[in-house]
């Protein structure tokens, strides 16, 4: 018998715990305010002891901000599918359409998430650091879209960085309207402001 299943299986049931995990954190936040929890309040909530929440979350903020873990990742997998003659702007718009899915599939915990990160400053400044990571998944999805006649790694990183930004103001200005903004227009309006 080989050990592929049960590290699949092991892996899975990882994941549903951490997702458990992060579902009772996000829960308590909204009721008691981020600044007003603690990893023991967490811990409690969740029936897990303090170290077992913190196998699964280094920190509060990052039980927080779980929900953003893979983004960067689709993003630029969803770049590399682009089509080969499409420009990189439009390229990079057409990807974050993975990203918008989820305000779209539920609305009102996306919004409950947006107002929490952006009325925390903890947590808008660890998001944005998260989303540092994201520039050289960009980066690299352009290039190799390009090939070796491609743009500067300057360029590709000034694209990435302009990209991210759009993502993030489209996302500020949907929170700001309580969600009664349609944020795919929102985000079609931050990149044509840009577009070349």
């Known amino acids: 018998m080989s050990g592929a299943p ?6 899975i049931a990882r994941a549903a715990v951490r997702a458990e995990l992060a579902e009772v954190a ?3 936040f909204r009721q008691k305010g981020f600044e007003n929890v603690t990893v023991n309040d967490l811990a409690a909530a969740a029936g ?3 170290s077992t929440f913190l196998r699964y979350f280094g920190t509060k903020e990052d039980a927080a901000l779980s929900a953003f873990d893979a983004q960067g990742e689709q993003i630029a997998e969803a770049l590399r599918t682009r089509p080969a003659d499409e420009d990189d702007w439009r390229a990079l718009r057409s990807a974050m359409d993975v990203v918008v899915g989820p305000y779209r599939q539920d609305p009102d915990g996306a919004l409950a998430l947006a107002r929490l990160v952006r009325e925390t400053p ?3 400044a660890r998001q944005l650091e998260r989303q540092r990571t994201w520039y050289p998944l960009l980066e690299q999805a352009l290039a190799e879209r390009a090939g070796p006649s491609g743009s500067s790694a300057l360029a590709l990183s000034v694209k990435a960085a302009a990209a991210l ?3 993030n103001i489209a996302v500020d200005h949907w929170t700001v309207s309580d969600g009664s903004l349609d944020l795919i ?3 079609d309006e931050g990149f044509a402001a840009l577009s070349p």
Not at 6 to 11: A, F, G, S, V, Y
């Open 122 to 124: 903890a947590l808008c």
């Open 6 to 11: 049960r590290t699949n299986t092991r892996h």
């Open 165 to 167: 930004d759009c993502l």
């Open 48 to 50: 897990v002891s303090r």
């Open 26 to 28: 996000f829960d308590l």
């Open 185 to 187: 227009a929102l985000l």
